[in-house]
């Protein structure tokens, strides 16, 4: 039985969509932004052309309003989406939105659908999530925000988050906390949705990273809280999947998140190799020009090299979830390589670009220092390879060889 790597129609035509849009509408307007234009103007304008177009939530279902995409077309479109900082928000699939969208498309009530779900596919709302703490780290299981019933109707959270993304600019919270110690590990927490502003849900800062900041840093969602909760009072009516299904949801929604910012790093990867390309063929040095030296053209190489990979990684996983199958071992390979492929690439071609690539006036410098988070959010590399490498002893251990967890059973 041959293996087909053919894409299928439907999914080159959105594809291609996608690309044109980001090429001729979001690369444009991010210009419209340095130039000092108002950030909510320009990003109403370009979602009324991309739900004109009808690209808008792609991996929502139409029923919801969204393009129905199964995970091998939307992984193709975001893909395209991450060339630009305004690709997913133009069609309103940016993270965290993204995964709590799914979540309380999977697991919601009627009523928190039309309250809260709805609102954010329509774009009028942000949403956070806040379950990383100082001290628990990447352990979720070690979180200690408490959760305790007050009679029949109401919640009452205690604690502290760390690292909420995008807390600053949204409307609603969902947090994970501790409602039952007693019960076995990974059934002690529960979800709660939490409408913002609210007192018992206090920002204390956005924490200062290493990223580029400027005055549309956390507005556009790159922001990351620290949140004292007090006394948050959340009615019953606000539990979302039921006590004890918190940390089920919460690694079903983060194995999404790994893979959107896997999907966005190949499109970062992509225009960054691009923008190499374009400026070593434009440019001579000591009489000759670049694209001619050797060294240089190895360096082209290898990002290529790094790119058809990833995608093959991608595209791989992308099949295995359009067809139910298990891809736990693959996500997690995938999140590390992705990770660490972007942060080469970028790298390479801000050398490729000389002192021109190490200041601001290309946007490589500010991918730079944005990246290097991406071997630390949704599980750091160390934890991804720490599971990884159990499965392959765990696979060994039982049918004498790695095969099943290295890839030889890829189908």
């Known amino acids: 039985m041959a293996i087909d790597f053919t894409i299928p129609e439907d999914a080159k035509k959105v594809r291609e969509k996608v690309r044109q849009w980001v ?7 991010e210009k419209r932004l340095t130039d000092g234009e108002d950030y909510k103007t320009v990003l109403n304008d370009l979602r009324g052309k991309a739900r004109a177009q009808g690209l808008w939530l792609p991996f929502i279902p139409e029923e919801h309003g969204g393009m129905g995409l199964g995970p091998l077309a939307n992984a193709l479109v975001q893909m395209e989406l991450g ?12 993270g965290p939105d993204d995964a709590t969208m799914l979540t309380l498309l999977a697991h919601g009530t009627d009523h928190q659908k039309e309250k809260f779900l709805k609102p954010i596919l329509n774009g009028e709302k942000r949403v956070c999530y806040s379950m990383t703490e100082k001290a628990a780290g990447a352990d979720a299981t070690g979180m200690q925000t408490r959760a305790e019933k007050d009679g029949n109707s109401h919640y009452v959270l205690n604690g502290e988050k760390w690292y909420s993304s995008a ?3 949204a409307d609603i919270a969902v947090v994970m906390a501790k409602t039952n110690p007693e019960a076995p590990r990974h059934e002690q927490f529960s979800t709660f949705i939490v409408e913002l502003p609210n007192e018992g849900y206090n920002i204390v800062r956005d924490i200062p990273t290493m990223a580029v900041h400027g005055p549309l840093y956390e507005i556009m969602g790159g922001g990351h809280a620290e949140v004292k909760i007090e006394n948050l009072r959340v009615p019953q009516e606000n539990l979302l999947g039921g006590e004890g299904k918190g940390f089920a949801m919460g690694q079903h929604r983060l194995a999404y998140g790994r893979l959107r910012h896997g999907m966005h790093n190949v499109a970062m990867a992509q225009r960054a190799l691009d923008l190499a390309t374009e400026r070593v063929t434009s440019r001579t040095t000591f009489g000759k020009g670049l694209e001619d030296r050797q060294g240089v053209q190895f360096m082209l190489a290898e990002c290529a090299s790094q790119l058809y990979i990833a995608r093959l990684m991608l595209m791989h996983i992308a099949y295995k979830a359009e067809n139910g199958m298990d891809l736990r071992q693959e996500n997690g390979i995938a999140k590390v390589f992705l990770a660490n492929m972007v942060h080469k690439v970028v790298d390479t071609a801000i050398q490729l670009h000389g002192a021109l690539g190490y200041s601001l006036d290309t946007p490589l410098a500010a991918w730079y220092t944005h990246i290097r988070s991406q071997r630390l959010v949704d599980g750091p590399d160390e934890v991804h390879k720490w599971i990884t490498g159990k499965n392959v002893i765990r696979a060994f251990k039982k049918d004498g060889t790695t095969a099943a967890a290295a890839g030889g059973d890829l189908l």
């Not at 060339?83 to 940016?94: I, K």
């Open 23 to 29: 090429q001729d509408e979001c690369i444009p307007a």
């Open 83 to 94: 060339q630009s900082h305004l690709g997913a928000l133009s069609m309103n699939s940016q």
């Open 167 to 169: 807390a600053s600019v």
